[in-house]
């Protein structure tokens, strides 16, 4: 499976952003879909994920400001971003699948600036 994520940009504080992560195959038959992030200097973290029954999962750092969804006609997640913050800053990556064998796209670059 090939991950394309898009949607990253430069956004001022508060601003939105979506991104969008496109499967090149199916994805319902994942158990479970979500975003990464990695900012400069730091390690990748989760940021939020979908399982294949609907529930969802965000970090305590992006709950209520951020939204997961998934399009399985369009095989395709998304992250719904609202009320940025600088500190979100940091290069955003899919991924499909359960450790160790997930898929990951290739990243997509968010920029918040104060």
């Known amino acids: 499976v090939q991950l394309q994520a898009s949607g990253g940009g430069l956004v001022q504080t508060g601003g939105s952003l979506r991104l969008s992560c496109a499967a090149s195959?199916?994805?319902?038959?994942?158990?479970?879909m979500g975003w990464f992030r990695q900012a400069p200097g730091k390690q990748r973290v989760l940021v939020a994920h979908?399982?294949?029954?609907?529930?969802?999962y965000y970090a305590d750092s992006v709950k209520g400001r951020f939204t997961i969804s998934r399009d399985y006609a369009k095989n395709t997640i998304y992250l719904q971003m609202n009320s940025l913050k600088p500190e979100d800053t940091a290069v955003y990556y899919c991924?499909?699948?359960?450790?160790?064998?997930?898929?990951w796209g290739q990243g997509t670059q968010v920029t918040v600036s104060s």
């Open positions: 195959d199916i994805i319902f038959s994942f158990t479970r």
């Open positions: 991924t499909v699948g359960l450790p160790p064998t997930n898929y």
């Open positions: 979908i399982s294949n029954s609907g529930s969802t």
